[in-house]
């Protein structure tokens, strides 16, 4: 950067302070207010109101062009107790929590709901947000294109013909807020939400790719955050971020497996595909391997065929929750028998397309991706022989390998702040292992305490039933007290449903 003029010198400055979430002058700096009405949709709590914020387009442009957020809140239930906002931060990329504050009512327990208006939002992008759309063909909306499973012989080829032609398309369709899909620019939105709602701190119950988005924001604008809970959490390596993320399956689902293998092999299982659980593993191999010899016609499914990689995803799916169990056993033993398995349960294309131009818009835009082709390769075939089960898919080619640069590097996760976090993870979580978990305590370090539960799957708070997590949790987020160290809960395992 030159520095020929103290003007030209104000001038970068000012703009770098805006891409760092900095206080700077701007010129929309009067908050706006957001208007309450009814929320649509069906079987919605009736305290659930809904209303829209707009932010810019460009946070470093903020009297440019606008989008909107949806964002929704269910009051705090004594207005005499109430401390603030808990602002739910959706995982995927792609998810949306605008409806959250309904499930959370459900949920969470009632001292927690005393206390603060939740409130949901859709991010950038997302659903009932200014939305994007690739136009993605019906064919490259199937699971088995969109994460990179490779061909049955390890061929990496059909992936980045499939990764090319995605990218292409949402590059050509996604319209201008595609490319300003990133972590960052979900951080400054919060915090657009923030002042909208009137609050100087937020509370914050990130969830999953959440964690990493909650994460940037009491990193970018760490004395806006009150008390922050992440919960299964994301490695936040800036070398890599969503990268890894992906990569995280191929240790996350060896580390899960067991937990469905037991389930099983459990003598009182009516679902039970064997008589120890040792036998399990094996019995998945061999099965996805003679379906990718001899798939099975799938009526219902994307594509119509029940191959070896389908069946790889469906136990990617199942393992995120003990209650899939049966759903995978049912079609195990559809394969083995050589039976049409039931139709699947599959989103509209129109609610796919919206998930997948978000999702590939924040992995593509916050970080660079391997673009070489004998890399790649090299990464597959050894990832396969080391995580068989996921087949090399976690580290395979993506739409982000044809994908211009990011415009601005992702934030790095930093120990300054204050210690206000709170990180609850299962020690057997298929999608955000452990591991990362630990690199993101890490990160944290004093400003972090993380509790850690001896159980499998994904979501930890108010969700998987270990009464000393969610003692744990709640009582931060209803006295700020955190545990002095790190904590790891006991299993209180309930058996899946046969």
Not at 191 to 205: N, P, T, V, Y
Request: aromatic letters at 6%.
């Amino acid at each position: 950067m030159t520095t020929h003029r103290i003007a030209a010198l104000a001038a970068a400055t000012a703009v770098a302070a805006s891409l760092l979430g900095l206080a700077v002058p701007r010129a929309d700096a009067a908050p706006q207010r957001p208007s309450w009405t009814s929320c649509p949709g069906k079987d919605l709590d009736p305290r659930q109101r809904c209303a829209t914020v707009e932010v810019p387009l460009d946070h470093a442009d903020p009297g440019g062009q606008r989008i909107t957020l949806a964002v929704s809140r269910i009051p705090a239930e004594r207005p005499e107790r109430r401390r603030g906002v808990l602002l739910m931060v959706p995982g995927g990329p792609g998810g949306g929590a605008v409806d959250w504050p309904t499930k959370a009512a459900k949920q969470l327990p009632p001292e927690v709901r005393e206390m603060y208006d939740l409130v949901g939002f859709d991010p950038r992008g997302v659903g009932r947000s200014t939305p994007v759309d690739c136009g993605l063909a019906h064919e490259d909306l199937s699971m088995t294109k969109l994460r990179p499973w490779p061909a049955a012989d390890g061929s990496t080829t059909a992936n980045a013909d499939t990764a090319r032609r995605v990218a292409e398309t949402c590059l050509r369709n996604g319209g201008p807020v595609l490319r300003t899909l990133s972590t960052a620019n979900e951080a400054r939105d919060i915090d657009r939400i923030r002042e909208a709602l009137g609050e100087h701190r937020l509370s914050l119950w990130g969830i999953s790719y959440g964690t990493y988005a909650g994460a940037v924001y009491t990193t970018m604008f760490p004395n806006r955050t009150d008390r922050v809970v992440l919960d299964s959490n994301d490695d936040p390596d800036p070398a890599k971020v969503g990268r890894g993320w992906l990569a995280a399956f191929g240790p996350g689902t060896e580390d899960r497996f067991p937990d469905f293998a037991r389930w099983a092999a459990a003598p009182d299982n009516p679902l039970r595909l064997a008589e120890r659980p040792e036998q399990v593993r094996p019995l998945f191999l061999e099965l996805a391997a003679r379906l990718d010899r001899e798939p099975l016609p799938w009526p219902g499914a994307n594509p119509e065929a029940l191959d070896g990689n389908a069946l790889r995803e469906a136990l990617l799916n199942t393992l995120y929750d003990d209650e899939r169990f049966p759903s995978l056993a049912q079609l195990m033993r559809a394969g083995l028998e050589r039976r049409t398995p039931p139709a699947p349960q599959l989103p509209p294309d129109r609610a796919l397309q919206n998930t997948v131009a978000v999702s590939v818009g924040v992995l593509c835009n916050d970080v660079a991706w391997p673009r070489d082709p004998a890399a790649i390769a090299g990464d597959v075939a050894e990832s396969r022989a080391k995580h068989p089960l996921t087949a090399g898919m976690p580290v395979n080619v993506m739409p982000c390998a044809f994908w211009p640069a990011p415009a601005e590097p992702p934030v790095r996760i930093t120990p300054d702040g204050p210690p206000n976090v709170l990180l609850a993870q299962n020690l057997r979580d298929p999608a955000t292992p452990y591991a990362g978990a630990l690199k993101l305590r890490q990160a944290f370090g004093h400003r972090a305490r993380m509790v850690a539960v001896d159980s499998g799957g994904h979501d930890v708070y108010a969700a998987n039933g270990n009464a000393c997590g969610d003692r744990l949790v709640t009582a931060f987020l209803t006295t700020g007290r955190r545990p002095a160290g790190d904590v790891l809960c006991p299993s209180e395992e309930t058996p899946a449903r046969g």
